[in-house]
């Protein structure tokens, strides 16, 4: 069974900092992506960051980029999402999701295989 576990979220000031952490399951690494994603109320999920297994090269959204770092640590199957910076337009629902079949869009939610539950961010003004 393949079990992904969100967890690391928080209320914090803005200009702070959190690290989300995902704790991966049951997984067999290879062609595959683990991506974080984000909803806030009212609209619609959005692709914050992606790391790719074999190569362990990372992507991030444009609104991000460069505050927010991903990366894995294999020996404890875990991904962190370290979120620097922190803006109040930040705040929501962070998810971690796997891409496994090796035919995935990683910025497509639909093209995820499977979804950790979601760990609240809110970033006060």
């Known amino acids: 069974e393949v079990q992904l576990q969100a967890s690391g979220g928080g209320l914090v000031q803005a200009g702070g900092s959190l690290r989300l952490s995902c704790a991966v399951s049951?997984?067999?690494?290879?062609?595959?992506?683990i991506a974080w994603f984000r909803q806030a109320p009212g609209k619609e999920r959005e692709g914050v960051a992606c790391?790719?297994?074999?190569?362990?090269?990372?992507v991030y959204s444009d609104s991000v980029k460069g505050r927010f770092t991903i990366a894995s640590d294999n020996a404890k199957n875990t991904v962190y999402l370290q979120m620097n910076s922190l803006k109040p337009e930040d705040t929501a629902v962070y998810y971690c999701?796997?891409?496994?079949?090796?035919?995935?869009?990683?910025?497509?939610?639909?093209?995820?295989?499977?979804w950790g539950k979601g760990t609240q961010v809110t970033v006060s003004s």
């Open positions: 999701a796997a891409a496994v079949d090796g035919d995935y869009d990683e910025w497509d939610p639909d093209d995820m295989d499977y």
């Open positions: 790391i790719v297994s074999d190569n362990d090269d990372t």
């Open positions: 049951g997984l067999t690494f290879g062609n595959s992506a």
